[in-house]
């Protein structure tokens, strides 16, 4: 996934709406953390973290480079409290959903904070 590419941010259940809803529900997104600490990878614009609405999409996606790597959990308060601030601060983007293919929906976390208050 060398290079990702940005899907319209829509208010379906496939798009930015739906991510959103399904994260709320959930209380929680997850990532992929291996041995390494948690995956990224690097577009055009610098390092992309991955997150998914549901572990059984982010387990999809253990392939490969990433095969050592379980779902992990993050809860809405440390996500609203640690991660997307932190993220924000470090200049860092978001990769929502990301597929195989390498679609998925390229976010700023300050975006992705506010969206979830």
Same mark, same amino acid.
């Given at each position: 996934m060398s290079k990702a590419t940005t899907q319209e941010i829509t208010g379906d259940d496939e798009g930015y709406g739906?991510?959103?809803t399904r994260t709320l529900a959930a209380g929680a997104l997850w990532a992929l953390k291996?041995?390494?600490g948690y995956v990224a990878f690097h577009d055009e614009e610098g390092p992309c973290f991955p997150f998914w609405s549901s572990p059984?999409? =982010?387990q999809a996606l253990a392939t490969a480079d990433w095969a050592d790597?379980? +779902?992990?959990?993050?809860g809405l308060a440390e996500l609203r409290g640690v991660w997307l601030p932190g993220m924000a601060k470090a200049g860092r983007l978001l990769m929502l959903? +990301?597929? =195989? /293919?390498g679609e998925g929906i390229?976010? /700023?976390p300050g975006e992705l904070l506010a969206d979830l208050e």
């Open positions: 739906g991510f959103l291996g041995e390494g059984v999409a =982010a790597c379980q +779902p992990e959990r993050v959903e +990301p597929s =195989a /293919d390229v976010c /700023d």
